[in-house]
């Protein structure tokens, strides 16, 4: 049964059974009109509500300045790794472009491109600070799209340890560009339970005048940490490990950024040799469209703002009581862990622990395979489930999203003592 599960897993996560209670209903019969409002058309005012209604609701509990517009658009953070630097470089090229015209008001278009081409050879680059899997991913995405000429690895924690993600390199030793188009960072690493445990100083402010966009994979640590909104140009989240359901992504992105975007040239980018974004992958065209430039799922929308309604309810210090508690049930979590080195080995170091996702080694009795499955069984056997960790890395990992109440947290740190106590 339901109740008696408690499920860690890392995404899709669970969802409150209230909010999906009141989701079966609406999917059948949404406030009485008879239809369920996934079949509803999404240019009704009645699916316009649910997006207004979730886009304020988000911005309520996550304090979302005016200065930032929510955009909601689909593919998933993997779309996001493209959608990133596809804009990043219509930002760069109409940044330069401006440049160019105000110092040569008559400048032919042949001059232009030339010009604009010269500027991509010695001056185009994205930088990414790689510090765990999905980091490297969208890294990865960028050398795809632009080229290795154009992408340059700022840091890269393996080489902190052993080819191996778990730590942070100090920022002094960070290898950024002279004026990058844009900095990537993942706030939280899904895969390797490391998160960042402040803003890095050395971003601070180079968000401030669109030169540079400071962007933030905010996918697994989303509505449990407050985001220093005014740092960054561009975050983004998959709405299904703690906002709901797979299948929409959220993009928050400074409204100064949109109005440079809205007077970029696609045409112009292609003519130097840039890609240009897919219309949907554009986030002038989303906030023109208000995220309804094509079929969205309103279904999903409806299930997101349903999980923020319950914590609106729950938390009147919003955001900020869900990183309390995050942060409660995480140190709690730890603590056990940290009582048995013989038994457990958490594997990132503990400077850059993730809250979100503990990832550790059972190694009692020496053949970690072994114990392994038996902590899995054990567990299985109480009901708490999806704790194996991701297939690149192997090991156990607890997702600590914000649908793991405190009571769930704490059977889990019973069983860990009694796996870790046990003959
Ligand atoms: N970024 C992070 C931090 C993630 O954890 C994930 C998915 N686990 C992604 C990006 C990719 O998201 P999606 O599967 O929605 O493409």
């Known amino acids: 049964k339901r109740e008696d599960v408690v499920y860690f897993g890392a995404g899709p996560a669970g969802l409150p059974t209230d909010v999906l209670t009141t989701a079966a209903s609406a999917l059948l019969n949404y406030q009485e009109t008879g239809l369920g409002v996934a079949e509803h058309s999404h240019r009704s005012t009645l699916a316009a509500d649910i997006v207004n209604t979730m886009k304020a609701d ?18 998933g953070g993997s779309g996001q790794f493209d959608a990133t630097v596809y804009n990043s470089v219509l930002v760069w090229v109409e940044t330069q472009r401006q440049k160019i015209v105000r110092a040569n008001p008559s400048i032919n278009e042949e001059d232009l491109i030339k010009q604009l081409q010269q500027k991509v050879q010695s001056d185009l680059r994205l930088d990414y600070l790689v510090t765990g899997s999905w980091s490297l991913k969208a890294n990865q995405e960028a050398v795809r799209l632009l080229g290795p000429t154009h992408v340059n690895v700022a840091t890269d924690s393996r080489k902190l340890n052993d080819g191996k993600f778990g730590k942070i390199a100090d920022e002094s030793t960070w290898q950024l560009s002279d004026k990058p188009a844009m900095i990537y960072l993942c706030e939280n690493e899904t895969v390797d339970g490391v998160e960042w445990p402040s803003f890095p100083k050395t971003l601070e402010s180079r968000a401030s005048d669109d030169q540079t966009l400071v962007v933030g994979d905010f996918s697994s640590t989303i509505l449990s940490r407050r985001i220093p909104f005014d740092q960054f140009s561009i975050v983004y989240f998959g709405a ?22 809205s007077q970029g040239k696609p045409d112009l980018a292609r003519k130097i040799g840039l890609p240009v974004p897919p219309t949907i992958l554009d986030y002038a065209v989303a906030a023109k469209n208000n995220s309804l430039y094509n079929t969205l799922s309103i279904f999903d929308v409806f299930v997101a703002g349903q999980v923020l309604k319950k914590l609106l309810a729950t938390f009147p210090d ?19 862990l940290d009582s048995y080195p013989e038994v457990y080995k958490v594997v990132p170091d ?28 054990g567990a299985t056997e109480r009901g708490l489930l999806g704790l194996k960790g991701h297939r690149s890395v192997g090991g156990i990992r607890v997702s600590n999203y914000n649908v793991v109440d405190e009571a769930g947290a704490q ?7 009694d796996f870790a106590t046990s003959p």
Not at 411 to 417: E, F, N, R, S, V
């Open 350 to 377: 503990e400077s850059v622990r993730s809250r979100m996702n503990l990832c550790f080694r059972v190694t009692k009795g020496g053949n970690v395979d072994e114990a392994e499955r038996a902590f899995i069984r």
């Open 58 to 75: 988000l911005a309520e509990f996550l304090e979302i300045p005016p200065s930032h517009d929510v955009l909601i658009m689909q593919g």
């Open 240 to 261: 299904q490990k703690n906002l709901g359901l797979p299948g929409i992504t959220v993009v928050v992105i400074k409204k100064s950024l949109l109005s440079i975007l």
């Open 411 to 417: 059977k889990l740190a019973t069983y860990l003592k």
């Open 318 to 336: 919003k955001v900020r009581g869900q990183e309390a508690l995050s942060g409660k049930k995480a140190a709690l979590l730890y603590g056990v």
